[in-house]
């Protein structure tokens, strides 16, 4: 439905509320992000991957980072040859600094839309409690409609 549609109820017509075409092309209704394939969201976070203003939702944060972890341990793996010895950095570091931009990136648009801003990664530095509180956030809700991020 778009912007200007109305609908009769009960004798009366009702406006219906307008939409908007998002950034992506695709549309946009003012509310959460709706759950996400994997497929999806991994092209969405390496499609934003410098793209901190917006909002994430818990499907495309988990899936990828999911997908970031299963890299990690092939990468690994494969670092580690059949001698099970790690030879340095190699392959695990370069998968590293590919994960590192569309990872932050998808982290700050999660807490966006959490309704919390960004910054809030640097509790992370906090060891243990930090991290619980950050999983307890990434976990949490979308807030409904639209927020001060977006």
Known sequence: MRAGDRRQRRGRAERLPAVRPAADGGEETGGPGKPMSIGE????????YVQFSGRASRSEYWFFQLFSWLCSMVATMLGAGISGISNGPGLEGIVSLVFLLPGLSVFVRRMHDTDRSGWWFWLALIPIIGWIVILVFLCQKPTPGRNRFG
Do not use: E, L, M
């Open 41 to 48: 969201a991994i092209a969405s976070c390496f499609g934003k």
